[in-house]
């Protein structure tokens, strides 16, 4: 445990006071001249002493309020551990408040350093108490707590102001005290309200990964079937989704919503299912999703909300990587009109959809004309890409190359603020102040021009994030230097005549995020999709059934949220390719054994089946004869029927055969659409064509007439035997009968001769099994 620290000291006269804020400005200034001058390489006694400053590590856990005004009393809470392996003595924790910044680049500045420097960090406030900590043993940490008001802050105008919190104390190898720990933040001072308020507007996005698989229920409702359960829990109480709805209710923002997020949520709401395994399962967060759904209706009433396309396409990735492949633009076109329809279907809002937002707001010439080309007149793009060589901050809208198209420049830095780990609090009240800072100093650097200034956080913000985002805005709340408006009014504010129009060159694409983008294997892949989903939906009596589900997984390929994914990407557009093919080979031709032809024409049968839950149509059955001049079809070298079969059945198409010579003839048997493509797999079977001629016929009905005479006389010569046996029997009878009129007292004998009987034929058992192929079966 940390030792126990104690408060102690009083404030000098204000006279003292105004004293020493006079010699800080005095020497401050040309200090920090010359530190804007000198190279930014450190001297070595400054590198060491950096060294020295970061044996404890000084956290700022709260300050409040975050943006005091006069009467105010300020309150700082943090912690100092001890990161070193030998005990820290007589040490102090002390609060530096630094003179007025004059610039954002100032604050950028302080932002980055990290130990103490001495030639550019404030003296202690001397108004301020001061924390003892006589002993801080090795991996300790303790807690320490100011509470300074305003006026002894030493906040002489409206501004920005460094605060840092340091620890000064001694080492067992140095005797004597230096700063051991430091650090910084800053403190937005507007006591009144500003003349020109910036007009600030902030996106609040809702968008999240793609969760929806091409596949749907058998059922009429065709109830749509989820890779997983995982967008349940980002719309569960606590979770990012809940938190985003749950915050931005109270927040002057412009929604920005992913389309699919919605449609996905509301089929989550009307029932679904979830892939486990093979298995599809009953979904279970109905009414987790019906509950999100209701809270966001709520929410975004009375508010401006923008769509972006369907399953907010990657603009980069299809600039870099797929207009080149055929037929890719056309899923930015259909993404784009599904947008509005679903918004206004599920949320009973008319949103904006002329809108693009490409990846952190990075553009090139390329990017700008993929995002236009579906309809959208309006860029987002980041003061990182498009830069302004100004000394201030300008308007955010301005005509971007020809002027055909606005570009919406947002604030680099204000939009990155908050992108790191803000789970930890000190991350979140250092963000937080920066954020505050920044906005301040834009208005400070014009303060007689009103301008607007769009802050565009990343996508998908974290819950630690969105609630430091939410801490922010409410700091602003007082409207002392900023007011907010909407996206669509800041498109429309009077652009800077000096702000750049220019689209950034396309070498200037950040690298990082090029080899982010989507392969154009990953395009090649969405048009053999889209190529086969062509071929089978003229096929089916009811397409939409298929044509939408798989769209819609087609838009869901293309999306931002697989940047940094390739595997899962690539295992998403396998799967619903899979699920296709699965379904296509559901009408298919059933194989066929060979056949052998006796005669000069038969009939030939070919049996096409169909396994889905609905007809198809506009296919036809062709057989083809490799060899017309020994078979023919119908007459020709091949033949074309029409094939019309209802859901779970088969038909039989029948086809007449013509043979002219014998032997082997392959045929081949092949589904096509109406228009000539082939559908499926072709079928190939061998007819034996065995012509029978008259004269076999003859020979054949002779043997038959020889069998039946040669049966003939073995009747009659069994009949003959048998009377010739009867004859011989009947002699012996007679002569017993005259020994019946012999002497009397003669008895007849009690044992008669035995009769006997025709001669069983051996026919043998019979088999009740079919006979073999090629087998001949005597009747």
Known sequence: MAEAADIQGTGPSPARRWLRRTITVAVGAPLLAGLLQAPSTASPAVAAADAVSKTVDVSLDTLAPSAPVEGDTVTITGTVTNRSKK????????????????????????????????????ARLEDAPRIKIPRLGAGLSTDFSFSVPVSDLGLDEAGVYQLGVSLTGQTPDQGYDRVLGIERTFLPYQPEAAKKKTQLTYLWPLISSAHVSAETATDDQQTPVFEDDALADELKPGGRLDQLVSLGKDLPVTWVLDPDLLASVDAMANGYRVKDGTLHVPGKNKAVAEQWLNALERAIQGRKVVALPFADPDLAS?????????????????????????????????????????????????IVAV????????????????????????????????????????????????????????????????????????????????????????????VSQAQTMATALHGLSGRRWSEPVDLVAAAGAKPDPDASTRVPSASRYPKKLRDRELPVQAFRDMKTTRDELGDFKVILELPGRVVTPFGNAINREMSVSWRGEPRAAAIYRTNVLDYLQTLTKGVQLVDKSDLTLSGRSATIPVTVQNKLLQGVDHLVLRLTSTNKNRLTVNGEGFAELPVKINGGHSQSVKFTASANVNGQVPMIAQLYTEDGTPYGQPMTFTVKVSEITPTVMLVIAGGVLLLVLAGVRMYSQRKRVAARNAEAEAEPAEADEADEDGPAGDEPSGDEPEQPSDPTPDTGPESGDPSGPGEKVDR
């Open 87 to 122: 005990a820290v003595t007589d040490a102090t924790v002390d609060l530096r408040v630094g003179p007025r910044m004059t610039s954002r680049s100032e604050i950028e500045q302080v932002t980055g350093r990290t130990g103490y420097r001495s030639d550019s960090d404030p």
């Open 318 to 366: 299809l600039a870099h990587h797929g207009k080149d492949v055929p037929g890719s633009l056309g899923h930015l076109q259909s993404a784009t009109d599904l947008a509005g329809v679903t918004v206004e279907t599920v949320l009973h809002v008319q949103p904006s959809t002329d809108f693009a937002w490409p990846v952190d707001g990075a553009v090139d010439p390329s």
């Open 371 to 462: 995002a236009t080309s579906a309809g959208a007149d309006k860029v987002i793009a980041r003061s990182d890409s498009v830069r302004d060589d100004l000394a201030y901050t300008p308007t955010a809208a301005r005509p971007l190359g020809d002027g055909s198209t606005t570009a919406v420049v947002s604030d680099a830095i204000l939009s990155t603020t908050f992108e790191g780990d803000m789970v930890r609090s000190e991350s979140s009240t250092l963000a937080v102040q920066e954020f505050l800072s920044q906005s301040l100093a834009i208005t400070l650097e014009q303060p007689q021009d009103q301008r607007s200034v769009v802050v565009a956080p990343q996508r998908m913000p974290s």
